[in-house]
């Protein structure tokens, strides 16, 4: 008798952003879609210019390394740099079709914060884009999850806590304490970042 071996796809979901600078926000919706949606594994995709924000305040190298400190401590947690290896302007559909042409055995799930459901029908090539991965909508408060696109939903506590709220206590000199982890923290202090 040949045993048949069952291969199961790792189930991956994707977070991109600026990460500039990471915070507990992004941990938190990275752990919750983790969870709730059994996935195995997360990969943080920093992107190199985001298609719909003005360019990032740091370079691309501290975002990295900033990413690095603030997952260090969760074994499922990962970087991935597709997006900045191919610089210039990222949208998803063309990071989605590189990943599934170069990870065959994985299926993959894209993770958006509540505000970014009712935007999905402006994405790039949305259609096509939602035929090949599932989206995680992460529930905020004040936004409706109502999408002609499916969107799997996963509560999010209220943490209200942005990059740009960061960045703008850094440069009034105020604490950022709690909003992000202590080797990030360091990290911006010991590079002068935002200031």
């Not at 994707?14 to 949606?37: I, Q, S, V």
Request: charged share 30%; glycine share 6%.
């Amino acid at each position: 008798r040949v045993a048949i071996k069952m291969t199961v796809n790792k189930r991956i979901g994707l977070l991109g952003g600026t990460f500039d600078p990471p915070h507990y926000g992004h941990m938190l919706m990275a752990e919750r879609a983790y969870e709730e949606m059994n996935l195995d594994e997360i990969w943080f995709i920093p992107s190199y210019i985001p298609p719909h924000k003005a360019e990032a305040k740091t370079d691309v190298s501290d975002r990295i390394k900033m990413l690095e400190l603030a997952i260090v401590d969760r074994h499922c947690f990962y970087i991935e740099k597709l997006e900045i290896e191919r610089q210039g302007k990222s949208f998803t559909i063309d990071t989605i079709k590189e990943l599934q042409k170069l990870n065959q055995d994985k299926e993959f799930f894209f993770i958006i914060g509540g505000d970014m459901v009712d935007y999905l029908p402006k994405w790039h090539r949305i259609d096509e884009l939602s035929k090949l991965i599932t989206f995680i909508g992460l529930k905020r408060q004040g936004f409706t999850m109502d999408s002609p696109y499916p969107v799997r939903e996963v509560d999010m506590p209220v943490m209200e806590i942005s990059s740009t709220d960061i960045r703008n206590r850094i440069e009034k000199g105020k604490s950022i304490r709690y909003l992000t982890s202590q080797r990030v923290i360091d990290y911006i202090k010991e590079k002068r970042l935002y200031q």
